[in-house]
């Protein structure tokens, strides 16, 4: 796989690269400019070739893969019936928003965080109760001692980001303990939202399932996942909630019934592909992506007023521009030929978030134009 190979996006109706004028770069929204793995493309070529596009049904294959990989993976074993597939994992985030009680109950998150956590409550008619996170111990800490002073008894459920976009943290066994404990004693539902968990950089961190970390948690989770970011194939829309409680599983069905479209045939037999037959692709991707990641560190930390802590999982840098002391910054970089997103958009502020799951020679250039941009 050669993942320095540029393949040109533009004109393609691609979100990420159709989105500025020409002369932008675009290291924004969460896709990577790499082609899928070669399993992934016979999977859709074959149904290409077939050249009937009817309704689909799960292959049983797909569902024995995913409790299997469960097990391997994230020492979790669950039950076929506790699958929930849906079309997206942000449709997941909003209808789990939905499941507690009536209208005007609270949603808990910590920000900055992936912005469908903020946008869940206030669409479904819930309150948000943000309680950003804290930099402690030179890292991104959730600030236990907030959420119990603001829980009230409106609050129902934590909405968790594991790994996290965009701090990219993975938390470790001990907080996601403390955070189990904390859902299971104020009898909150846990919301854990796991769709970057194949892609860790640091290899000395393990990503935990938080409902696997006991019965007590498992019975009050909803976790959600997808092969999406880590295969690239988030246009395809193939995501699954593992639901184990029965009760809550059947609020979940309920909800989204009749509202969310069937997976077609191109997102479940990619899928498949994907977790079945790209373990190779994917093992490369993170040698690439810790490569990026590497060069980015080293550039950005030597550049006066931008500050970059190593990520321990997904493609999305943090980038701190406080001492550069210009306010807007995503728009100087914008006119500078880089597009990159602003904290604001995910609760934040004084950071933006750069996508570097693009070829290297991308990631060069977008180094020169801010070095450019700031006259270094
Ligand atoms: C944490 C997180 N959840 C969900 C999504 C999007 O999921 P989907 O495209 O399946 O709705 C993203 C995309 O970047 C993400 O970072």
């Not at 609050?155 to 470790?172: A, D, I, Q």
């Not at 000395?204 to 996942?225: C, D, G, M, Y």
């Not at 079945?276 to 930390?301: D, F, G, M, P, T």
Request: hydrophobic share 40%; aromatic share 10%; net charge negative.
């Amino acid at each position: 796989m050669d993942f320095d190979k540029i393949i040109d996006r533009k004109n393609t109706n691609s979100y990420k690269w159709d989105k500025y004028p020409e002369g932008v770069l675009p290291l924004w929204v969460a896709d990577m400019d790499f082609e899928v793995a070669e399993p992934i493309k016979d999977a859709l070529s074959k149904i290409v070739e077939h050249g009937v596009i009817g309704y689909s049904r799960t292959p049983d294959e797909l569902v024995e893969v995913v409790v299997k990989r469960l097990k391997d993976r994230h020492k979790w074993d669950i039950q076929k019936e506790w699958i929930v597939w849906l079309p997206g994992l942000v449709p997941g985030l909003h209808t789990a928003a939905r499941c507690i009680s009536d209208d005007y109950f609270s949603v808990m998150t910590s920000s900055p965080v992936y912005r469908p956590f903020l946008e869940a409550s206030e669409m479904g008619n819930r309150r948000l109760q943000d309680i950003p996170f804290i930099w402690r111990n030179d890292r991104w800490e959730m600030d236990f001692e907030e959420m119990k002073k603001s829980l009230n008894p409106s609050t129902r459920l934590y909405m968790l980001c594991n790994p996290h976009n965009p701090n990219g943290r993975v938390f470790s066994k001990e907080e996601l303990s403390q955070l189990a404990d904390f859902c299971v004693e104020n009898d909150l539902i846990l919301c854990s939202d796991e769709i970057h968990c194949d892609l860790i950089l640091d290899e000395s961190k393990e990503h935990i399932s938080i409902a696997s970390l006991n019965k007590e948690i498992e019975v009050r989770s909803i976790t959600l996942l997808a092969p999406s970011k880590t295969f690239n194939i988030a246009g395809l829309g193939c995501s699954l909630a593992i639901i184990p409680e029965k009760v809550l599983r059947d609020k979940f069905e309920k909800i989204k019934y009749g509202m969310m479209p069937m997976l077609s045939a191109f997102a479940m037999d990619a899928a498949l592909a994907a977790y079945k037959n790209s373990e190779v692709w994917r093992l490369e991707l993170l040698n690439y992506l810790r490569s990026n990641q590497a060069y980015l560190l080293k550039e950005i930390n030597a550049i006066e007023g931008l500050k970059m802590e190593p990520l321990e999982a997904t493609y999305l840098a943090w980038i701190s521009y406080e001492g550069t002391g210009i306010n807007d910054f995503v728009s100087h970089l914008e006119s500078h030929g880089v597009g990159v997103q602003d904290a604001s958009i995910f609760g934040g502020k004084g950071y933006f978030r750069l996508n570097f799951a693009t070829q290297k020679s991308n990631l060069e250039e977008a180094i020169k134009r801010i070095r450019k941009s700031l006259n270094q």
